[in-house]
């Protein structure tokens, strides 16, 4: 069993950036792959980015090029960079851990697969 805690939400202009962490605690937290996950009032949550035990990353299309996935591993600290935010970002995001194969096999998406999550922390940009 792994616990999420996120912090770092926020409101910002159009534009702007915001960093949001992900402490996960847990015998096994090392060896799951975290993904970061985003739901708006009205809508299906949705992945946003994906990284496994080993650091590789994944991200949705929407997001490429604006957000960075990483991990201290030494901490077990998991961030979410945010750059160029845009009104449509505006949500609660969560952070998950699931099976470290999910990246592997870009099947990260699927929001079932995640057997742990944060509380989530808001994002409102605009």
């Not at 912090?7 to 847990?26: E, H, I, K, P």
């Not at 650091?55 to 991990?71: E, L, M, P, Q």
């Not at 998991?78 to 998950?96: F, H, I, R």
Request: hydrophobic share 30%.
């Amino acid at each position: 069993h792994v616990q999420l805690v996120e912090s770092g939400g926020g409101s910002v202009r159009t534009g702007g950036s915001l960093r949001l962490s992900c402490a996960a605690s847990g015998a096994t937290a090392g060896r799951h792959c975290i993904g970061w996950f985003r739901q708006a009032p009205g809508k299906k949550r949705e992945g946003v980015a994906a990284i496994s035990s080993d650091g590789t990353t994944s991200y949705a299309d929407s997001v490429k090029g604006r957000f960075t996935i990483s991990r201290d591993s030494s901490n077990n600290t998991l961030y979410l960079q945010m750059n160029s935010l845009k009104p449509e970002d505006t949500a609660t995001y969560y952070c998950a851990a699931g099976p470290d194969y999910l990246v592997r096999f870009s099947a990260w998406q699927r929001v079932g697969d995640f057997g742990n999550w944060g509380q989530g922390t808001q994002v409102t940009v605009s």
